[in-house]
């Protein structure tokens, strides 16, 4: 059972990697195989169990772009075939079609999908975040540049697109939708950031599942899951504030 986390050199800004480690540390048989920059991706010539990148700085992402544009076919086909991916913070922008700076500065990005990120760099966006992926609730944060924002017609275009998760509380995948985030089959992104299977024991499941195991068992549930319900009861309380 293997990870392929992508780019661990530049792309865990908030602590991202310790997504990969919680899932490792839950059950020891998993290999976590670490893509640099200049190496050939593992899912260009295999179907790992799960592929991850987490959150980088706005110069990263131009790298990670010009990295991954030979491979754009293969990305597409594990995509499609159903292939794990978890993109946190702003690592799915680079999927998109393009990110905006107010300077009128644009970047083309790899084009998989219908969004539009448009970048504030005076103005940072931090929250905390409340949602829902079917019955399972999701807690995290945010803390963003960037709102991204679907094309004209996505639905149309691109019928699989949805949203990763339905927000209760806090913003979604920009001040105009309530859903956060990105889902096209298993390839799932959001712009919540840092260790959120950590933070989402049942998430964490959810995924240990969906990598192959019948009946996962968390390193350190007890405790997780007594935190996260705490997290959960925090966030609903609407004396929480969500915004700083």
Sequence with gaps: MKIEVLYPEIANLYGDLENIT??????????????????????????PALV?????????????????????A????????????????????????????????????LGLFPTT????????????????????????????????????????????????WETTRGPGLNPDMTGEGLRVNNFIATYVIG????LNPPLAKWFLRKMGMSDPKLAFEEAAMEAYQIRVKEYSDPDTGFYY
């Design 22 to 47: 919680y899932l490792q540390k839950s059950n020891p048989e998993i290999e976590v195989v670490e893509t640099h920059l200049t190496d050939v991706p593992l899912f260009v010539r295999e179907k």
């Design 52 to 72: 991850y990148m987490g959150t980088m700085t706005e110069r990263a992402q131009l790298l990670v772009i010009e990295a991954l544009k030979p491979h754009l």
């Design 74 to 109: 293969a990305l597409q086909e594990r995509i499609a075939d159903g292939t794990l991916f978890l993109m946190t913070g702003n690592a799915f922008e680079v999927f998109g079609s393009r990110i905006e700076d107010l300077d009128g500065t644009s970047t083309t990005c």
């Design 117 to 164: 990120a448009k970048r504030d760099m005076m103005h940072r966006y931090n929250s905390l975040y409340l949602g829902k992926f079917g019955e399972m609730e999701v807690v995290g944060y945010k803390s963003q540049f960037t709102q991204s924002y679907l094309i004209p017609d996505a639905a149309a275009v691109y019928p699989d697109v949805k949203a990763a």
């Design 195 to 198: 260790p959120i299977l950590v």
